[in-house]
């Protein structure tokens, strides 16, 4: 923490501000991609562990705001349906969190950022991928693992989640909300799991309560630009930032290697 308190500390604040500010608005818009940004651009000037315990809070908050904006009714429906996603990622990742102070994010990183990269960019250059309004619990489960294991390493579980909504052709009010329920009951999970891990502890809470208001600022942003767009224009805005965030991982984890 005598990174926040030291002679780069004033940049490092308005850092840290600005670039929440500007996660959540991207969030408000799409429903994801919060703390892929903040986990990228805080791990640039600050440890990968400060980082990811930044964003925890901001992330909980911003999710069950997502997930209960159109009321308690749809956000249930929304859960009974991914309940097999929703299960086999909170284990792995609960499981998965207690391992970050042991393994290294590179190989996860390209493993996840190879298949997100040339999914999103097939999607925009007119090569559809469909899944089925049921795609099966093996396939449903799986992607939630996946999911799961990604959120517990690095707190970024947006991209596999998204990638199956959006091959499912979901409409756009039904998407963001769901995105807001699986986030929000991972990012709750993810909170709990890293209280035991010891990355979020006394120390670090006070940073991750600092970055709320702009987080809660970019997210009314976001929300009053995603209310006036079509669902064409949201499914496109969605698939760029999700290649943009599988470049990112690409890149971190070359770099990480």
């Given amino acids: 923490m005598e990174i926040l308190s030291g002679p780069d500390a004033a940049f490092i604040w308005c850092f840290a501000l600005g670039l929440t500010l500007f996660a959540g608005v991207v969030k408000g818009v799409v429903g994801f991609a919060l703390p892929t940004i903040m986990i990228s651009g805080l791990g640039s000037v600050m440890a990968p562990e400060l980082a990811l315990a930044g964003l925890i809070l901001p ?7 997502q997930a209960l904006r159109q009321g308690i009714g749809p956000a ?5 349906r991914f309940r097999v996603f929703l299960v086999a990622g909170g284990v792995t990742l609960v499981v998965a969190a207690q391992m970050v102070p042991l393994l290294s994010h590179a190989v996860l990183y390209l493993l996840i950022g190879v298949p997100v990269t040339l999914y999103a960019g097939s999607m925009l ?10 795609p099966g619990k093996r396939l449903e489960a799986g992607i939630g693992m996946l999911a799961g294991a ?8 947006g991209p596999p989640t998204v990638a199956m909504l959006t091959a499912l052709d979901t409409e756009k009010r039904e998407q963001v909300r769901i995105q807001g329920v699986i986030f929000g009951l991972g990012a709750i999970l993810l909170a ?18 600092a970055l709320l208001p702009p987080t809660v600022l970019g997210i009314w942003l976001g929300f009053s630009i995603q209310d006036r767009i079509d669902q064409r224009m949201f499914r496109k805005a ?10 990112n991982l690409l890149r971190r984890g070359v770099l990480a290697v």
């Fill in 76 to 80: 249930w429906q929304s859960l009974r």
């Fill in 150 to 157: 990604m959120g517990g390493l690095t707190g970024v579980w």
């Fill in 238 to 247: 969605t698939l760029i930032v999700l290649l943009l965030a599988g470049i």
């Fill in 192 to 209: 709990a799991a890293h209280v035991g891990s010891g990355v979020l502890r006394a120390e670090t809470l006070p940073f991750s309560l």
């Fill in 59 to 65: 992330t909980a908050v911003a999710n069950i705001w």
């Fill in 125 to 134: 250059l007119g090569r559809n991928l469909r899944l089925p309004p049921n």
